[in-house]
């Protein structure tokens, strides 16, 4: 099964930007849907974006529409989510996995999972 490599966290100051990218080895996302979530200390994981890879039909939650955007650079098998607008309440580990398509992705059934990256947005 493919491995997911997360990378990009940091430190950023409220209304900075980070970008998280998350890199397959081992193996190739081929057609599947490749997402992000992400889980702060306490709380329950949450979705933040998914993108399909055969198409580029992509999927956000409420919570980040018109600050994140997800994109995929296929010869190169990673997956990018640009945060924008950072708000301190998008501190979390965030993680991405691999599922069969978006709707297996939207319901929980996953394929892998990558090794989190930490966000940490301060005000």
């Known amino acids: 099964e493919v491995q997911l490599q997360a990378s990009g966290g940091g430190l950023a100051q409220e209304g900075g930007s980070l970008r998280l990218s998350c890199a397959a080895s081992g193996g190739t996302f081929d057609d599947r849907a490749v997402g992000w979530f992400r889980q702060a200390p306490g709380k329950e994981r949450e979705r933040v974006s998914f993108?399909?890879?055969?198409?580029?039909?992509?999927y956000y939650e409420d919570s980040v529409k018109g600050r994140f955007t997800i994109s995929s650079d296929n010869p190169k098998n990673t997956v990018y989510l640009q945060m924008a607008n950072l708000k301190p309440e998008d501190t979390s580990v965030y993680y991405c996995?691999?599922?069969?398509?978006?709707?297996?992705?939207?319901?929980?059934?996953?394929?892998?999972w990558g090794q989190g990256t930490q966000v940490t947005v301060s005000s």
């Open positions: 993108i399909s890879i055969s198409d580029g039909e992509s």
């Open positions: 996995a691999v599922a069969y398509d978006l709707i297996a992705m939207l319901g929980g059934a996953l394929n892998a």
